[in-house]
Structure formats: structure tokens, C-alpha cells
């Protein structure tokens, strides 16, 4: 097993839950909770594949998946903003409505190949070694991945909108008392939100797996909501999350494979841990992970670190 | 319709008169309900795929008679249980679940329902009201590991399992025994995706299993990403899995293990038609058309071809098992003598590898 190798494949395996958490982040820190995500991942693998399938361009295809994330994140929208529906019901129903939509979309793309991706080795970076294979050889979408989570950090903590954005999460009431737009900007974080998972299905149907089967995501939409938590609303342990998430799995098929058990020699003998529980260690290891974060950052001094938005899941009526 | 006090003291005078009498009270008018549970959304072109396929087929051919309910993607364990009651409250009268997992909840179900019947896919529970069906995919096994210990350059053939059950332990030891048997030289990599259904996880397996040098791949889970992982890679080939998955030939699918259900589905539910449904244990492979091999494509050289077709013609006629001795366990103690073959009983409760495979099964 090439340890080098190995990470690389960790990379890509963790883009697509890197990314459409990282739409989800956006969401709840403008104070909505949308948890459509699954919905809008597999709607965008749909949309993306079939664009990609018509212009035999994936890079158009993942233009083509975050329209499609971001016209069905619309529809979320203008429920949970203008009707005032209730926040979780609707995403509930706006998953199940995604799942639906695309098996319909999908049907005649069953055994269609894929436009292939091509890997983007970034010249000189590239050629470092170790560095070089791990960060430097991937498609453009890791690279676009990693790009929006430094773009995602620059815009919450350091720019004005981007302090509008938090304050409305956080009170939108009284944000709404300084002037500024509580729904028109919650709707440009919910269509980013949709974006972004849109990006992030397309990838499993034209780079991961690639092809398109209904139910490609199988369940990746609620595990980017977990890593939003994981993160405690923050771009830079999300990324964390992402990898460890996505990369805990990869992880264990790959010591499978080549039949690697963890273990420890201690004064001579040595102690493997056995097959099966490894394999369940390994498979449940990020839940436990997020449990024990959770935990830590939520008693005594990190207190204050937690921090879910304040108006997070709350209905906004100026009126109030 | 008018209901009023005299019409209901009325009505419930009749059935309790004919309860008293014995006779048959209808229960239902029209055609007759008949529910499916799947473990998978109906396009995963693979078992469910072909479940579904068998369910249209049954339809067609009873028309009006009867109709056809299923509900896909159902969680295995708790929440099955749940799915099925609400197939039997709303009107079904026979349910099929088509999955392994399923086994504890159609049992706990079939016991709170007497009047409706259950068959129940790959499990081993029985009931007066719940029969099980299930198709000997071990003898699929054995042509595609005979293929499979031909093609491989590398000498190293992957096996990706679902869950460690034994029918995925037949098929491991199957594939294995007679790729061993044409290339003494040949490995097994195993893994365990511990899903039936999940294709990222089911590629990355895939992926990982052609890092380590596997470049033939024979898997037990039901989608095709492995088949697209495998013609991402080039030169890996591999065996549809339930479903022909057609659409990957002539290269990497070189041919396929086709599970056939619907001359099943047809003849039980035309038994509950007639009211002459019983339950059994069917287990019906290549000789019942259960089980067929997909067409070998021009990948595979013509002698390998005929090799892999002789030994499919010889299960038909039943002249031939795949699990026929001398045959040793994992660790070396003699399982099969020369000649013995093992029981249904035996088959059904595999749980160790044969000799030459390495690692361990989970428990």
C-alpha cells in the first residue's frame, strides 16, 4: 500500500462531501437550515451528468450540476423565505422531491459513460516530490474545492458582506432593524448552498464513479450535514471533517485490500487488532469522532466556540 | 352511501352470520395485492433492477387479476418492518422482500398476519405463511472464477463482498476453487463494502482492489460503478453482477451471473390465486433457469469460452457440483472427501473459506 497514493485517493474521495458541506455551512450561517442537501447533491449528479453527456464536456456538466443544485435550492427557497414554511419539514420533502425528480431524469442515462475528467497537473508544484502527487495531480474540481474553502474563510471573516451575512444568522431581527436584507441575502446563501451541492453530486456521477445510477449519493447529502456540525460552523475544520470523513472510508477498503491489520509490537509480541473489528472501528470512527468533538467543544472554556447561529432554523417576518 | 343505524345493525348481522356459518367472508373484492420490498432504487441495474423486472413481467402476465405495489431503497432491519405492515394495511395479500436483511422483520410480520403470505429472498426463516426463494448464484460463481483464473495476467482476482453471509461465502470459495483449478498460481484479494448498495464505495473498492495489482474483478454488490471503475482503469474485466449489465460489453464485463425470478414469481402468485400456496424452501440454480450465464463475450479467447460453457452445461444437466471433494478448510482440515458433496444444510450455514484463500472472514 503507498501510503502517497493513498492520500491522493483521500482527496478525491472527500470532494464531494468537502463541498456541498460547504454550500451547507453558508446556509446555516445566514440563520437557515436546509437539509435537502441529499436532494440537491443527486439532482445536481443528474443535471451535471446529462449536460456533460450532451456537450461531451464535464467541465460544462459541473456548470450544468450547479444549476440544477441551485433551481431546485430556489424552490427550498422561496417556501422557506417568502411562504414561511417550516425550515426542516421542508428540506425533509425537498430530499425526498430531488430523489424523485432525478431516478425520473435519470432514467434514459442508465450505461451512458461519462465525458471523462481530466487530471490538471499544476506545472512545477507538481514535480515536488511527495507534495507533488498528493496535492498538485488532481482535476480541477479538488483544486476548485479547496479554492472555495479559502474563499468561504476570506468572505465570512474578513469582508463586510460577509459580517452582514453572520449578523443576519445570528439575529436576524435585529439585523433587519439596521437595514439590511434578511431574505434577499438568505436567498443568495441558499442558492450558493444548492450550488455547491450540486458540484459536489455531480462529482460522484462523473468523476467518482463515474457513471449515473439512481441513488448514486447514497447518503454522502447527510453526512456533509453532519460535517457542518463537526466543524462547528467553521471553513477551515470543515475541511478537516471532509478528509476525515471521506478519508476514514477509503482508508478501510484500502487495508482490506491489501490485508493490512493495525496493531503494535510491545516487548516482542505483537497485537493486531482482529478483522472485524477494525473494519466496524474504521466505519464508525467519524461518528465517533463528532461525538468526542461535540463533547470537548461544548464543555467549559470552549464553550463559547460551539456557537450555532442564533436565528439558525427560525422564520423571518419583517413585521415582527 | 347512506349509512344510518339499521343498514350497519344490518350489515354486522350478516357477517357474524356467516361467520357463524363458516363461510368464506371476502375479505377483498378485485384483483389480488402483491407487494415488493427492495433493498435498492429499481435502476440500480443490478438485483434489484432485476427483482423488478420479474414483478412487470408478472403483471403482464395476469393482467387484471392482479395488482403490483413495491417500494424501493428500504432500509434493512428495523424499518422494514415498518414498510411492510404499511404494504399489508394497504391491501397486499402476498409480499415478496428481496433482501437477506430482511429475514427477522418478514418473520415478526408474518406472525402478526396469518392471512397474508410471505416469501422471503436468500434468508433461511420459514413459517406457515412465509416461504423462502433463493437461486444457487454459487454455481454462476464457478464459470466466472473458471473465466477469471484464465484471464488474469497479474494472478491476483478481487472479490467484492457485501455483507460476511454465507451466500457470499459460496461465492468467494466458489470463484476461488475453480480459478484455482485452471491456474494454480492464482491469489483472491476479498473485500468487505459492508453495503449491497452504495456505488462511490462500491468504485473505491474497486479502485483499491486494481491498486494493489487485481485485474480481474467479481463483485456481490449491485450496482455497475465497479464496472465503471474497472473500464476507467483499462485492461480490468469483470462479471455483471444479477443483472446482465450489458452495457459494459464487450470490455470490462466479459460476462454475467443473471438472476431470473420471474417464472418464480408468476408460479407462486398463481398459487395464491388458486389457493393452493404453500410454504417451501425453494433454491433453484442453473438446471431451474434461475441462475443463467450472461453471453461471453469476444474478450475471452474461444477455448476458455468453451471450457466456461462445457462447465455451465454440465450444472444444467446436473452432472456436476461446484462444491465436489477433496476440498480442504481455510486451515487445512479436511472438509469434502474425494467425491462427497455438502448438504443444502451445509451450504446454507458456510461460514470458513477453502483452502488457499488468506485472510479472515468477519464475524
Partial sequence: MDPILLLAS???????????????????????????????MIT?????????????????????????????????????????????????????????VAALVGQSYNGIRAPAMPDFRIPLLADIPVLGPILFRHDLVVYLG??????????????????????????????????????????????????????????????????????????????????????????????????????????????QAADVRLGFSLFGSRWELPADLQTLLFASAPYLV????????????????LAAPGSLGQPFHASR | MNLNRRTLLASGATAATLATL????????????????????????????????????????????????????????????????????????LIFTTSFGYMDATVNVAAKFPDV???????????????????????????????AGRMTKTNKIGYIGSY????????????????????????MVVIWAYTWFDPAKEADAAKAMIEQGVDVILQHTDSTAPQAAAQAAGNVYTFGQASD??????????SSIIDHWSPYYIQRIQAVLDGTWQSQSFWGGIKDGVVQIGEITEAVPAEVKAEAEALRDKMAAGEYHPFTGPLNKQDGSPWLAEGQTPTDEELHGMNFYVEGLTGEIPS
Wanted: glycine letters at 14%; charged letters at 15%.
Fill in chain 1, 10 to 40: 483521500l482527496m478525491v474521495a472527500s470532494t464531494p462531501i468537502l463541498l456541498a458541506s460547504l454550500g451547507e455551512l453558508v446556509v446555516e450561517r445566514s440563520g437557515v437550515l436546509n437539509l435537502g442537501v441529499e436532494g440537491m
Fill in chain 1, 44 to 100: 445536481g449528479a443528474i443535471t451535471g451528468f446529462a449536460a456533460g453527456v450532451a456537450t461531451n464536456s464535464a467541465l460544462l456538466g459541473f456548470v450544468g450540476a450547479a444549476a440544477g443544485g441551485a433551481a431546485l435550492s430556489l424552490l427550498f427557497a422561496v417556501l422557506v423565505l417568502w411562504l414561511r414554511s417550516n425550515q426542516v419539514a421542508t428540506g425533509l420533502a425537498l430530499t425526498l422531491f430531488g430523489l424523485g
Fill in chain 1, 146 to 255: 479547496l479554492a472555495l474553502v479559502a474563499g468561504v474563510w476570506w468572505f465570512l471573516n474578513r469582508s463586510r458582506a460577509g459580517l452582514t451575512l453572520r449578523a443576519v444568522g445570528e439575529n436576524h431581527d435585529a439585523a433587519h432593524a439596521l437595514g439590511y436584507k434578511v431574505l434577499r441575502l438568505r436567498l443568495l446563501a441558499i442558492l450558493f448552498g444548492g450550488a455547491c451541492a450540486g458540484l459536489g453530486g455531480a462529482y460522484l456521477s462523473l468523476v467518482r464513479v463515474p457513471q449515473w445510477t439512481e441513488g448514486v449519493t447514497a447518503g454522502a447529502g447527510w453526512i456533509a450535514l453532519a460535517i457542518v456540525v463537526f466543524a462547528s460552523w467553521r471553513p477551515l475544520r470543515l475541511l478537516l471533517g471532509a478528509w476525515l470523513f471521506g478519508g476514514i472510508s477509503y482508508l478501510q477498503l484500502n487495508l
Fill in chain 1, 290 to 305: 463528532t461525538i468526542l468533538v461535540l463533547v470537548l467543544i461544548s464543555s467549559g472554556k470552549g464553550r463559547a466556540a
Fill in chain 2, 22 to 93: 363458516g363461510l368464506p367472508v371476502r375479505a377483498q373484492e378485485g384483483p389480488l395485492k402483491v407487494g415488493f420490498i427492495y433493498v435498492g432504487p429499481v435502476g440500480d441495474g443490478g438485483w434489484t433492477f432485476q427483482h423488478d423486472q420479474a414483478r412487470q413481467e408478472a403483471q403482464a402476465q395476469f393482467g387484471d387479476a392482479i395488482e403490483t405495489i413495491y417500494q424501493e431503497s428500504v432500509p434493512e432491519g428495523a424499518d422494514a418492518e415498518r414498510a411492510i405492515t404499511q404494504m399489508i394495511l394497504g391491501g397486499a395479500k
Fill in chain 2, 117 to 147: 403470505k410471505f416469501e422471503h429472498a436468500t434468508g433461511y426463516k420459514t413459517a406457515p405463511n412465509l416461504a423462502t426463494y433463493d437461486a444457487r448464484f454459487y454455481e454462476g460463481r464457478a464459470v466466472c472464477g473458471t473465466i
Fill in chain 2, 164 to 187: 460476511p453471509i454465507p451466500e457470499n461465502i459460496q461465492g468467494i470459495n466458489s470463484a476461488f476453487i475453480h480459478a484455482r483449478k485452471v491456474n494454480p498460481d492464482v491469489e
Fill in chain 2, 245 to 254: 449489465m450489458a452495457a459494459f460489453k464487450p470490455t470490462p464485463r466479459i
